[in-house]
């Protein structure tokens, strides 16, 4: 039982982090923006800079690291689908996360596939 509930306080952490990074929009050049992001990201061993550099399928296995359920991995692929509306990087993240998730939860996804289509 105790695993249970240490799981699922896991999930919520993870929740809070997804839902506070998804609100939090971007802006690129704005420096308070990017201290807000890092400091989500510093809870999952990540900054702005990292992310924006590391290869696709390191963040995967990062997320895996910091047990991100398929479902907030594909919210945390739902923000960087979104940044990518600004920064270019984060596009070929977003798609390799989504195909990542498609292909490891053994579970097909229209709705992930759509998504990939509209990357």
């Known amino acids: 039982m105790l695993n249970k509930g240490v799981k699922s306080e896991e999930d919520r952490r993870i929740e809070s982090i ?17 201290e807000e992001i890092d400091a989500e990201l510093a809870k999952i061993g990540l900054t702005f800079s990292i992310l924006l550099e590391m290869e696709a399928t390191a ?15 594909e919210q945390f692929a739902d923000v960087m689908a979104q940044w990518a509306k600004k ?13 990542f998730i498609q292909n490891e939860s053994k579970a097909f996804s229209f709705e992930i596939m759509a998504k990939i289509g509209q990357l």
């Open 18 to 34: 997804v839902v506070k990074l998804s609100s939090i929009g971007f802006v690129p050049d704005d420096l308070k923006v990017k």
């Open 59 to 73: 963040l995967n296995q990062q997320l895996l690291q910091f047990n991100f359920g398929w479902d907030r991995m």
């Open 87 to 99: 920064e270019e990087r984060f596009k070929a993240k977003a798609k390799s996360l989504y195909s």
